[in-house]
């Protein structure tokens, strides 16, 4: 019986993701032996033309990292959900839009402008920026589309698992790849990690005091972080509250809060939302223009509460005129 | 038993019983002077003398101390017992001349001066040890003793400075039976606990004649056994056996249905208001001490006194101490005025003063109460309508000379008076009482701005509050008089009934529930209960939440980071689906 084929493919990533199947260490020899990977852009010479050469659902699985921003990205992947058996969202990007999601407060044209024109750093006298086509000699180039809205990857494609994490931890990625080698395989749409957010491991949940209240917030480099004591305890905004446990908890080890990379629990809709709320809730503030003056001292609350998952959220979007809705 | 013959009576006593009391069961007197039925006798002044004969042997002892044998015949009135005693009177009478007792006994046994040298014609001082045995074997603070030999002997503190040991506590003044001891108090020990003024107090008391339970109490403060470890006085005399000075505090825990919160008030510091001078001038009181004075059985017995004693000449009550005032509470107490018209009325009853009422508006709203006001108008008691600026010493005038002067702005005149008083009696209002914070984050009420507990609807539920089957009663949810706190204290009685009578309570269906698999932990939840009727379970490590306390508002649903706290009935699929039902039109 030939091994398991298996593909990775990233879209709209930073590349942390492909590190993270290279942080698999020694056990990545362990899957190399147990399947045959097919297709890995980062890592082995494929064309798209193989691809498409191979039989319908002939990937056992196709891990695919990054959130979709492009029209290259949105082929490739409906291509290899054709061909492959399972689809595991992988990372971030994958699951929830990830950072570069954050682009949803602009727009193709304000972001081009932007990247292309005004930047410091940008010599561009005369404005060019990207397009679709163009003719040089007598020929046609072609480029990808480029988006106005980042999606995630379930917004484009039927994706079977989801592999949370910026970067996923090799431990929930080998226990993922043994599940779908050995068959054991939990119910479709199912999130690789424990349905419980991060406080139900976090070591600085004893420290909480009885009643958790806020009454000024500070960023972690304001203050001496005090390495054992809840974050939230000390005013600082930890997301962990929010967001699903089974990271290992990399970032509070390191003293640093929780940012939700894992996106929310099962029963959240809007992990920004969630977590605004219970923030909203504990700031132990009632005049209203104290109230305002602690809320000013969160800089950029979008790209707090939000880091993650905008396009994940229930506007998913900045609403802007440029953009139709379920336009892409 | 033991059988013996007293003056020819024939009785039996108890072994070990003392001459001195089997002689009293027999209501025969002895003389005595050193000797205290709560102390060790000592026989130091030798007044209780008696001949006694035992078989053939006569021979003269001290009553106190000699302890009656079987066949003991005892003669307290011989002819030689009365000779050792007068000349033993005699020698006291030289010793301690100003001695009343010495003299009034000297004067039963008919000896009229003494033959012997008399030192100081002042002293009083008998040398009985009786204050030394008080110090050493009562209050345990061994503080005085005897000091030089013979004709020097005396009762001192080491070398006659004032001693570390000494407590304060005067016992030995209290059982000096001629008086020769004074108590000063030298270096501020407060030798004197008052109850609100007006005197000395016991440390073991009824606070007050209508006190509910009417038992006394130990103040541990004042206590001497809590001082030295000895004294337990009360606890030899109470026949009954009541008194226990090692009972501790005990917290007590009874699980109830429905809870009245009646914890009162409290006055307002009176000492706030320097201007007032409360505090500095001894005949300036608050509304309670003179209505302590005023009472029947209070210290005075009803008379109203100035602090030397003196009847008042002329008395002013100022209303409004504490209350309608900014810097204070801006609330009117209520009572005031009308406990205020009350004390003029007593006043002007008991002694012939002139009472000046220095009030900002006259507020009697209750029934009877503005007849009440009127009668006191025609009674002769002075309105004055403005706020009293201050209460001074300073005399201008002749006639202002010992006097304490109510500066004030007469409004209806429109001049600013000077009244001399002999007394100035401070209305004070009403201030939430002591440990209110405390109750509120108990029972998680909620207060309203003057800091009184809040009732759940002024006009609808007035006894009730926000958390079901806890209800308030009397002054701790705003000031209010006697009839209106028995009225709402009925209320909160027949509220609170009416809820144990059936013995079990409906609960609204629409609660939140945290479920127990999708829990963290996390407590974010618990702060923002307003209803606190989350808890932290710990052995589980998630939160709880107790359906008979809850609400239903759905805080903790909306913060619940994890969504593991759902709202029964409003559950999040029902109300997108609602929502998509909405749009979807």
């Known amino acids: 019986m030939s091994k398991p084929k298996v593909a990775f493919y990233w879209c709209a990533s930073c590349g942390g993701c492909e590190e993270a199947v290279v942080d698999l260490a020694e056990n990545i020899l362990k899957v190399v032996e147990a399947v045959d990977i097919v297709f890995w852009p980062v890592a082995l010479d494929f064309k798209r033309k193989d691809i498409e050469a191979m039989p319908d659902k002939s990937i056992a699985v196709t891990f695919i990292n990054g959130a979709i921003r492009l029209s290259e990205q949105e082929e490739m992947v409906k291509l290899l959900r054709k061909k492959s058996q399972l689809i595991v969202a992988f990372g971030s990007c994958a699951h929830l839009g990830g950072v570069p999601g954050l682009a949803n407060f602009w727009d193709r044209e304000s972001i081009f402008n932007r990247a292309y024109k005004t930047t410091p750093s940008t010599h561009n006298p005369e404005g060019i920026v990207p397009q679709e086509k163009v003719t040089v000699d007598g020929k046609e180039l072609t480029l990808p589309k480029f988006y106005n809205t980042v999606f995630r990857l379930d917004q484009i494609i039927d994706v079977d698992y989801y592999l949370p994490g910026c970067a996923p931890p090799p431990d929930l990625v080998m226990n993922a790849i043994n599940a779908i080698l050995e068959g054991k395989l939990p119910p479709k749409g199912t999130v690789l990690s424990p349905n419980k957010s991060l406080c139900d491991d976090c070591k600085r949940n004893e420290t909480k005091p009885e009643k958790l209240t806020i009454k000024e917030i500070k960023r972690p480099h304001e203050i001496m972080l005090d390495p054992e004591k809840c974050f939230l305890a000390q005013g600082v905004i930890c997301m962990g509250p929010a967001t699903r446990t089974g990271c290992g908890e990399r970032c509070i080890e390191a003293n640093m809060p929780c940012r939700g990379c894992f996106g929310p629990t099962d029963q959240v809709i809007d992990q920004g939302a969630k977590f605004l709320s219970v923030l909203a809730s504990i700031i132990d503030v009632n005049d209203e223009k104290e109230i305002e003056k602690v809320m000013d001292t969160i800089v950029d609350p979008a790209g707090t509460f939000y880091r993650f998952s905008l396009p994940s959220s229930l506007m998913r979007r900045k609403r802007m005129p440029s953009v139709a809705d379920n336009e892409k | ?585």
């Open chain 2, 1 to 585: 038993m033991v059988k013996i013959k007293i003056n020819g009576k024939e009785t039996k006593v108890e072994k070990g019983t003392t001459i001195l009391k089997a002689a009293e069961k027999l209501d025969i007197k002895i003389p005595t002077l050193c000797y205290h039925p709560l102390l060790e006798p000592y026989s130091a002044c030798r007044i209780c003398m008696v001949e006694i004969k035992i078989g053939k042997r006569n021979e003269l002892v001290t009553a106190c101390n000699t302890v009656v044998e079987n066949g003991m015949e005892i003669f307290t009135d011989s002819e030689r017992a009365l000779k050792a005693r007068k000349m033993n009177i005699e020698l006291l009478m030289a010793r301690a001349p100003a001695a009343e007792p010495v003299k009034e006994i000297a004067k039963e046994l008919g000896v009229e001066k003494t033959r012997f040298e008399i030192k100081d014609p002042n002293e009083k001082c008998i040398l009985c040890g009786l204050c030394v045995r008080t110090c050493e074997q009562v209050v345990g603070a061994k503080a005085i003793s005897f000091i030089e030999r013979g004709a020097d002997r005396k009762v001192s503190t080491p070398f006659g400075e004032p001693s570390e040991d000494c407590i304060g506590c005067a016992a030995c003044a209290y059982f000096c039976p001629t008086e020769a001891i004074t108590v000063e108090d030298l270096d501020k020990r407060e030798v004197i606990h008052d109850e609100m003024i007006l005197g000395p107090n016991s440390a073991i008391r009824v606070p007050i004649r209508q006190a509910v339970p009417m038992v006394p109490f130990i103040d541990e403060e004042n206590c001497i056994h809590f001082k030295t470890g000895n004294c337990k006085l009360c606890e030899k005399v109470c026949e009954k056996e009541a008194i226990n000075h090692d009972m501790e505090d005990e917290e007590i825990e009874l699980e109830v249905g429905t809870i009245i919160i009646a914890t009162g008030f409290k006055g307002f510091d009176a000492k706030k208001v320097p201007a007032y001078g409360y505090g500095r001038f001894k005949n300036v009181l608050t509304a309670l001490e003179f209505e302590r004075m005023v009472n029947a059985s209070g210290p005075t017995g009803g008379q109203i006194r100035l602090a030397d004693g003196r009847e008042p000449e002329s008395v002013g009550i100022i209303h409004c101490v504490g209350s309608r005032d900014e810097n204070f509470n801006e609330y009117c107490s209520r009572v005031c005025c009308m406990y205020s018209l009350k004390f003029a009325h007593i006043i002007k009853e008991r002694t012939n003063a002139e009472v000046y009422n220095f009030y900002i508006d006259m507020r009697a709203f209750g029934k009877g109460y503005e007849e009440f006001y009127h009668k006191l108008l025609e009674e002769g008691v002075h309105f004055i309508r403005g706020r009293v600026s201050e209460i001074s010493d300073v005399a201008l005038t002749p006639e202002e000379e010992g006097k304490l002067i109510i500066r004030v702005e007469d409004t209806l005149v429109g001049t600013v008076r000077r009244i001399p008083v002999d007394m100035a009696i401070l209305s004070v209002g009403l201030e939430p009482n002591f440990g209110s914070d405390e109750i509120t984050r108990m029972f998680n009420l909620s207060c309203s701005q003057d800091a009184f507990f809040l009732e759940k609807h002024p006009k609808l539920a007035p006894v009730s509050t926000a958390a079901d089957g806890i209800f308030l009663a009397g002054t701790c949810q705003g000031p209010k008089d006697i009839p209106d706190t028995v009225a709402q204290a009925g209320a909160a009685a027949s509220e609170a009934l009416a809820l144990a009578d059936k013995g079990k309570f409906e609960l609204e269906p629409v609660t939140a529930e945290i479920n127990e698999e999708l829990c963290s932990g996390c407590q974010l939840c618990i702060a923002l209960c307003p209803f606190s009727a989350i808890s932290y379970n710990k052995e589980k490590d998630i939160s709880e939440v107790n359906e008979a306390l809850c609400k239903g508002c759905g805080t903790c649903v909306a913060a619940c980071p994890s969504g593991a706290a759902m709202q029964n009935h409003f559950r999040d699929e029902q109300i997108i689906a609602e929502i998509e039902g909405i749009l979807s039109v």
